[in-house]
């Protein structure tokens, strides 16, 4: 059974920047694709950015595109997220999870197709 433990995340001024860990343990993340998503204070969880399981494609969102890189190192087990020019509105617990990442005509997307997640970090810009 996979489990996600993440790390990182933290208090950070606008403009700073953070990298978020989320290590797998129980099986490989080397052949899982996975998404990150993030839940602001009294909003819904959104999807942040998502890789394809060989680590080719990944997906971001348009508030993060230019900013947040998502990338994977098979031989730590871990995906990574690493948040540059951080703003205010970026502030909200993150959660990694396995997806399901899919290429389209119109471009690729994710989507999660298990009830797995990481035990969430909570992300704050602020002055």
């Known amino acids: 059974q996979l489990r996600l433990v993440q790390s990182g995340g933290g208090l950070v001024q606008p403009g700073g920047s953070l990298r978020l860990s989320c290590t797998g343990s129980?099986?490989?993340?080397?052949?899982?694709?996975i998404g990150w998503f993030r839940q602001a204070p009294g909003e819904g969880r959104e999807k942040v950015a998502c890789l394809s399981s060989n680590g080719d494609n990944t997906n971001y969102a348009e508030s993060v595109k230019g900013r947040f890189t998502i990338s994977k190192d098979n031989a730590k087990n871990a995906v990574y997220l690493t948040m540059n020019y951080l703003r205010p509105e970026d502030t909200g617990v993150y959660y990694c999870?396995?997806?399901?990442?899919?290429?389209?005509?119109?471009?690729?997307?994710?989507?999660?197709?298990?009830?797995?997640w990481g035990q969430g970090t909570q992300v704050t810009v602020s002055s």
């Open positions: 999870a396995p997806v399901q990442y899919y290429i389209t005509p119109e471009g690729s997307s994710c989507r999660r197709t298990l009830d797995i």
């Open positions: 129980g099986s490989s993340l080397e052949y899982t694709a």
